[in-house]
């Protein structure tokens, strides 16, 4: 069916998608709207809410939902249940009743949180109720415009795409959007095959992220501010600092699903914790943390001589392998996971530690993967995991990256330093000055629709062929789309340098961008920013010519 069919079928399936479809005049925006059906990308479901094929809306949520219980009624389980949490976005909660409903309709046992509640929570009361499975209604840090369904299998990690590939065929079979078998949610209530969870499992969770503690015993001499964005975070953080002394940022502490107080609500965006960090200077705090609405990322900034300095996703990373391994007794198993796109700073420190170190393709779903695996065949033991996108995980609870407990850890790491007087900015100096000097950034270019979808494998298309010529240092490219170090094959470009300072270009799984990551390793800052900015006006004016072409 093509795209100016399936927008005719959609106009009869409610008033209010027909209202919704019609106001819609622009020509592009009906077949961005149906030219496909909404994918499985890094993240599971995410697109822009809306009516559509291609758009989150009640029928997309409910198709997937199908496939996914068909997927896991075919498991032949004995007891079949799902485990279902949503973030403040507008529409989660509506969203995840309407999957609540299919599943109880196909025989499966739902249990549904009462409250919003961040994804590593959710990832935890998979394993809690030994559920089949788990459904996180969240766009994580993406746009208010979008929303999400992230899956997660019996070992609350996110299902990767060996496994998403059954639910996708099962997706595919369903050709109906507007007939999914529904069931009445009071009903099932009363039949016990929907439960409402409360509490009690956030406080299991927390007792879970307590047990990480590494030093807590100059916790009350920190002040922290924190800001939730508007997100799940508030209460769950809130409970796991309460050691420390902590401010929450009142204009963003209740869930907004227009997050109207913040441009972006992602920790990546410089901007995110402004708000935060103008309370941070009136209260003269030490330390600003700011989660992102799923509260599975976080930011953090930090004032070092009456400055706050904003700390990115691998210098956090960095930061919190050197404070865990500070004090953690490791063993010839012990084993530190982070993604290829992720700086080696952090894996230099767990190396010099005796670590070893695995790296994955993007995407936390790799790393719950391999802890999975560590649990079954016992041949590594995971003590941390991190991506350079603001997400980390210290302990087992959860198998996904989880910002309740890195908060936790980030502050106790603060408040020992202060104890000595140094900052989060004086210890990286000090990691600096014994690795060497590491300078890392990224540059996201966002393409949208179908023309932009052309123009990323455009861009890609262009890298592959020009490989070693495009930046003259270049000594290897590594491309992920042929399968490298027994990683499935993916879609990224990896330029290594003479000097192992590298450059990797991937489309966002999550998001229509193409994605430019820098890591730079040099002698010092004035080097490595002047190296950064001249590899940077390459790949840039690169992306931006073939962004600017008029498509036809
Ligand atoms: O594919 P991207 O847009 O770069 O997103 C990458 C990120 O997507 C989601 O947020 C995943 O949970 C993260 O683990 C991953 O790092």
Redesign the pocket.
């Known amino acids: 069916m093509n795209y100016k069919e399936k927008y005719q079928q959609w106009l009869n399936f409610d008033e209010k998608t027909r209202h919704e479809l019609l106001n819609i005049h622009d020509e592009k925006e009906i077949e961005d709207c149906f030219y496909k059906d909404l994918s499985f990308?890094?993240?599971g479901l995410r697109g822009v809410m809306g009516a559509g094929s291609n758009r989150m809306n009640q029928y997309t949520v409910q198709k997937a939902t199908l496939g996914l219980a068909h997927y896991i009624n075919s498991m032949h389980e004995k007891k079949k249940s799902i485990v279902i949490a949503y973030d403040t976005r507008n529409h989660s909660k509506e969203f995840a009743e309407a999957a609540a409903s299919v599943l109880c309709a196909e025989g499966i046992k739902v249990y549904l949180f009462e409250d919003v509640m961040p994804t590593p929570v959710l990832s935890f009361a998979v394993r809690y109720f030994k559920a089949s499975a788990g459904i996180v209604i969240t766009a994580?840090h993406n746009p208010k415009e979008y929303n999400g369904y992230k899956v997660y299998n019996q070992y609350g990690g996110?299902l990767v795409p060996s496994e998403a590939d059954h639910v996708i065929r099962y997706i595919e079979k369903i050709q109906d959007f507007s007939s999914i078998p529904t069931a009445d949610l009071a009903e099932c209530e009363s039949s016990d095959s929907l439960v409402w969870i409360g509490e009690k499992v956030l406080d299991c969770f927390i007792q879970e992220v307590a047990k990480q503690s590494i030093d807590q015993n100059h916790s009350k001499n920190l002040k922290v501010v924190y800001t939730p964005l508007h997100g799940t975070g508030n209460i769950p953080v809130r409970k796991a600092l309460d050691n420390f002394s902590v401010s929450v940022v009142k204009e963003q502490e209740l869930p907004d699903g227009d997050f109207s107080t913040v441009r972006s609500p992602n920790p990546e965006e410089r901007d995110a914790l402004n708000l935060a960090i103008q309370q941070a200077k009136k209260e003269k705090a030490d330390i600003v943390i700011g989660t992102d609405p799923d509260c599975?990322r976080i930011g953090v900034a930090v004032r070092h001589e009456d400055q706050y300095i904003l700390l990115t996703g691998n210098q956090i990373g960095a930061l919190l392998v050197d404070f865990v391994l500070s004090s953690k007794e490791v063993n010839e198993k012990s084993t530190l996971i982070k993604t290829i796109v992720t700086n080696d700073l952090g894996a230099e420190v767990a190396l010099d530690h005796g670590l070893h170190v695995l790296n994955t393709l993007?995407?936390?779903?790799y790393i719950g993967e391999k802890m999975t695996e560590f649990n079954h065949n016992q041949t590594q033991e995971f003590v941390m995991g991190y991506?350079e996108?603001y997400?980390y995980l210290v302990g087992t609870h959860a198998r996904d990256?989880d910002a309740v407990v890195a908060a936790r850890v980030i502050c106790e790491m603060a408040s020992v330093y202060k104890a000595n007087k140094e900052t989060l900015i004086d210890r990286i100096e000090k990691l600096y000055s014994k690795y060497g000097f590491y300078l890392d950034a990224l540059d996201s270019f966002v393409l949208k629709g179908k023309d932009g979808a052309e123009k990323i494998q455009m861009l890609m298309a262009q890298l592959r062929e020009q490989q070693n010529s495009f930046i003259p240092s270049t000594k290897a490219v590594l491309d992920y789309s042929s399968g490298i170090d027994s990683l499935p094959k993916e879609n990224v470009l990896k330029f290594i340098l003479l000097d192992d300072s590298w450059v990797a270009v991937r489309p966002?799984?999550?998001?229509p961008?193409i994605?430019v990551y820098y890591s730079i390793k040099e002698k010092d800052k004035v080097k490595a920013q002047h190296k950064l900015d001249q590899i940077r006006e390459k790949f840039e004016s690169l992306i931006v010519g073939v962004k600017e072409t008029i498509s036809v």
């Open positions: 990308g890094t993240g994580s996110q599975d993007t995407g936390f779903k991506e996108s997400g990256k966002s799984g999550t998001e961008k994605k």
